[in-house]
């Protein structure tokens, strides 16, 4: 390792290890929304961009695995609605990335999820409740691929429409698994072309990934023992952890 061009300043580390242990966890379902303050922890030690560069390797590692240890929980038809409107968010982000300042991009993913988050406890959806509109689905989807491919912060939008449709967690997580394993595949080319997989950010992320596996160990073996309202809380959780830290990163400079 000590031959690879890799980053060794130690804070690095320290805020990265357990930025991927998280991620991890996250990916297995257990903590749903975690995930996303992967890519705004790193960026304590390195800037966004080249934070989300690093998490690449790993994140399909995690998805690998996230799809090994769901692949018989999946809702077909849901996917196969989901990945379009994911995609073009992607050719979305990959137009807007040199142009678009990453604090506009984190305050409105926080302020849309604080919205949703207020919704759910301000008015909660009745055991009858429809779900949500595919109109908005779509909307939603398209800002998840378009957040995920600027900061990996994919899992709060799509989470906003996907949660009221009240899968089983299993089920949720399955189909939340297969999902961003094709949109975060379909980054690599355009991550390439912009630049951001050079040598020193893939040794890095080589260095990061013996931790991946450990963080979705974790949260699968959890996953598969939690009660239903106990994990939704969970996710609401994270949810909102990572809108006031997007917030956060999105205050003005002085």
Do not use: C, E
């Amino acid at each position: 390792m000590s031959a690879l061009p890799l980053i060794t300043d130690p804070f690095f580390y320290a805020v990265s290890i357990p930025a991927v242990l998280l991620l991890g966890v996250s990916k297995s379902g257990f903590g749903a929304g975690f995930g996303s303050l992967a890519v705004p922890m790193m960026a304590l030690a390195v800037t966004v961009p080249q934070a989300a560069a690093i998490l690449m390797p790993v994140l399909l590692v995690m998805d690998l695995l996230g799809m090994a240890a769901f692949r018989k929980d999946v809702d077909r038809a849901l996917l196969k609605f989901l990945l379009p409107f994911g995609l073009a968010g992607i050719v979305l982000g990959t137009v807007l990335f040199r142009v678009l300042d990453a604090r506009v991009v984190a305050g409105v993913v926080g302020l849309v999820t604080l919205l949703f988050l207020a919704q759910r406890l301000l008015f909660p959806p009745r055991a009858d409740s429809p779900p949500p509109p595919k109109w908005l689905g779509a909307i939603l989807t398209a800002t998840s691929g378009f957040t995920s491919f600027i900061a990996h912060a994919g899992g709060p939008p799509i989470n906003a429409y996907v949660i009221p449709l009240k899968l089983r967690p299993v089920l949720f997580t399955g189909t939340m698994a297969f999902f961003f394993f094709f949109i975060n595949l379909s980054k690599w080319i355009p991550y390439a072309w912009l630049g951001l997989l050079d040598w020193r950010n893939m040794a890095t992320s080589l260095a990061l990934l013996p931790f991946a596996p450990i963080g979705v160990w974790v949260g699968v073996r959890i996953a598969h023992r939690i009660n239903q309202a106990l994990f939704y809380r969970m996710v609401y959780t994270g949810m909102f952890l990572t809108a006031v830290k997007l917030l956060w990163d999105a205050r003005p400079l002085t």
